[in-house]
T-cell receptor, first 114, second 113 residues
Framework: NAGVMQNPRHLVRRRGQEARLRCSPM?????VYWYRQLPEEGLKFMVY????????ESGMPKERFSAEFPKEGPSILRIQQVVRGDSAAYFC????????????FGPGTRLTVL | SQQGEEDPQALSIQEGENATMNCSYK?????LQWYRQNSGRGLVHLIL?????REKHSGRLRVTLDTSKKSSSLLITASRAADTASYFC?????????????FGKGTKLTVNP
């Protein structure tokens, strides 16, 4: 986990509000993956980004969810008009373009929708 | 869908015993990885085994891979209370031009002191 930062660690939102989750990769890592984890489940892939590009968003719901990884700053996973079913832990995994088969994970953001 | 499935779902042992967890998957892979997750925390990468490897060791960890059976096992020897965690296998493969990790549901290991 060394170096991958996620914030906030805990986020509480009411139904209909927006949630913004941030992921700062390890130094030198330019690939970011977002995952969602429900209780007692494994991580489910959502989206894969490189700097300024979405490479694969096949695991992300088409509506209300969006992700970006700008040239400067952290990657952001944005959930609009949250619903109770969005409550989960969201993790990002990052990797270097030199070593693309080992991901390092952040501590996660636990989203609770009231 | 491509997914690693671990068994058992839960495992409880005494300190000093060995713990074995198994993982099965469905299609061809580039490699298979094992991760540990302590309760409420992020994932820690334990070990990676490539599709052309059969066995790998790292400290008290031993991983095997049988591509003909599409299965892997993780053995933790001489377990400690600190090994209590959930363990996930993840298969790394290429789909639709991008590479991705697909996780199983995990094995919850409890090591009793």
């Amino acid at each position: 986990n060394a170096g991958v930062m996620q914030n906030p660690r805990h986020l509480v939102r009411r139904r209909g509000q927006e949630a913004r989750l941030r992921c700062s990769p390890m130094k030198g890592h330019s690939h970011v993956y977002w995952y969602r984890q429900l209780p007692e489940e494994g991580l489910k892939f959502m989206v894969y980004l490189q700097k300024e590009n979405i490479i694969d968003e096949s695991g992300m719901p088409k509506e209300r969810f969006s992700a970006e990884f700008p040239k400067e700053g952290p990657s952001i996973l944005r959930i609009q008009q949250v619903v109770r079913g969005d409550s989960a832990a969201y993790f990002c995994g990052t990797e270097s373009f030199r070593s693309t088969d080992t991901q390092y994970f952040g501590p996660g953001t636990r989203l609770t929708v009231l | 869908s491509q997914q690693g499935e671990e068994d058992p779902q839960a495992l409880s042992i005494q300190e000093g015993e060995n713990a074995t967890m198994n993982c099965s998957y469905k299609t061809s892979i580039n490699n298979l990885q094992w991760y540990r997750q302590n309760s409420g925390r992020g994932l820690v990468h334990l070990i990676l085994i490539r599709s052309n490897e059969r066995e790998k060791h790292s400290g008290r960890l031993r991983v095997t891979l049988d591509t003909s059976k599409k299965s892997s096992s993780l053995l933790i020897t001489a377990s400690r209370a600190a090994d209590t965690a959930s363990y996930f296998c993840a298969t790394y493969f290429t789909q639709g031009g991008s590479e991705k990790l697909v996780f199983g549901k995990g094995t919850k290991l409890t090591v009793n002191p």
